[in-house]
């Protein structure tokens, strides 16, 4: 089992930036791809951004150039910086981990782009 605890969510005004980080514990041995999904309300999870072990990142078309995904493999833990923050970017982002083909994910942290 992996467990993964997001931080960092809360509360930004429209261009702002905010960070988020998320620490893997547990099984964590060949963990392979990290990244966030997010979920507004009344809409379905969807991908925000991938990073695989080696470095490789796929970013969803709606936060490229905005926001960046980082990895560090020693610590375990994945992160999103998120730039230029729009009101369409509130949401829950969850921290997800792939091991063994199977998907792991976190409780969710909230962010919330308010004026």
């Known amino acids: 089992q992996v467990q993964l605890v997001e931080s960092g969510g809360g509360l930004v005004q429209p261009g702002g930036s905010l960070g988020l980080s998320c620490a893997a514990s547990?099984?964590?041995?060949?963990?392979?791809?990290m990244g966030w999904y997010r979920q507004a309300p009344g809409k379905q999870r969807e991908m925000v951004a991938i990073?695989?072990?080696?470095?490789?990142?796929n970013y969803a078309d709606a936060v490229k150039g905005r926001f960046t995904v980082s990895r560090d493999n020693a610590k375990n833990t994945v992160y999103l910086q998120m730039n230029s923050l729009k009101s369409e970017d509130t949401a829950v982002y969850f921290c997800?981990?792939?091991?063994?083909?199977?998907?792991?994910w976190g409780k969710g942290t909230l962010v919330t782009v308010s004026a």
């Open positions: 997800n981990a792939v091991r063994y083909g199977v998907h792991y």
């Open positions: 547990g099984s964590i041995f060949n963990i392979g791809a």
């Open positions: 990073i695989t072990r080696g470095g490789s990142v």
